[in-house]
């Protein structure tokens, strides 16, 4: 398949597209940037600029677009937050949708995230499972309608919710790595909250598994079939890099420190089921997190 990627340098994005060449498909980075050679560029600002004859070309899109949410969220970087993607997303699904399947690609995997089910407690959540409340939520149910324009179109559309990705290259785990080697790593608020996680080669298996087979369509859960508590997740890491972990960050410490990312990101409790992955057949490489954290560590030495 020839595949067009947004966001194809970013953490996610870079590591997809070498599996997917690895795999024997060809990649086209959709970029914002003047496009290097291979390279197309696809939004302008907030404008989608990427040619319908372009688009023609390519088999399908993977979406992964987005402005990083990893920082103290202040009203700019809210706003940004929510256009990086909702802008970018509804105006590809439009131009998508002009294009049409029959010219152009016939698969968008768009990226959402497990945030579309807020903060749950010790329910379990699967597809079915309705919206939940709050910032987060909010920006994935504008994310995934944005994708409408297409599927109305006739594209077949995949809307994957994202768990927490593990890779010491970037994102929440790569930021734990230094305390807990330090010794300095430990618990965050309560530590009861569930962390829904996956590998991260069983995220561009998933990735590649949605593109190319079309009994997929509509919300697809990425994430491992065994959530942990944050509690258990810090007696995993520190025994896989053979540390103490005994330390305990107080809720409102986190609160006082990182305001409303705290309570969305770190504090909140989501305890999800990939249900559409496992009825499908599809098996995980690392389904149990102390094996996916030694592979994960391991391959990045």
Known sequence: MRIGITGASGLIGSLLARHLVAQGHRVVPLVRRPPEPGAVRWIDGS????????????????NLAGEN??????PERKRRIRESRVRGTAGLAERLARTGPGRGPRVLVS???IGYY???GDEVLTEASNRGTGFLAEVCREWEEATQPAERAGVRVVRLRIALPLTPKGGVLA????PFRLGIGGELGSGQQWMSWIASDD???TVERVLTDETFGGPVNASSPNPVRNEEFTRILARVLRRPAFLT?????????LGEMARELILSSARVQPARLLEAGFQFRYPGLEDALRHELEAAQ
Request: aromatic share 2%; net charge negative.
């Open 47 to 62: 404008e989608v600029v990427i040619s319908e004859s372009d688009l023609a070309g390519m088999d399908a899109i993977v």
């Open 69 to 74: 949410i990893g920082q103290r969220w202040t």
């Open 111 to 113: 990226a959402s995230a």
């Open 118 to 120: 807020g903060s749950r």
């Open 175 to 178: 930021r734990m790595l230094l």
């Open 203 to 205: 995220l561009v298996q």
């Open 249 to 257: 960050v107080p809720s409102i410490a986190l609160e006082v420190g």
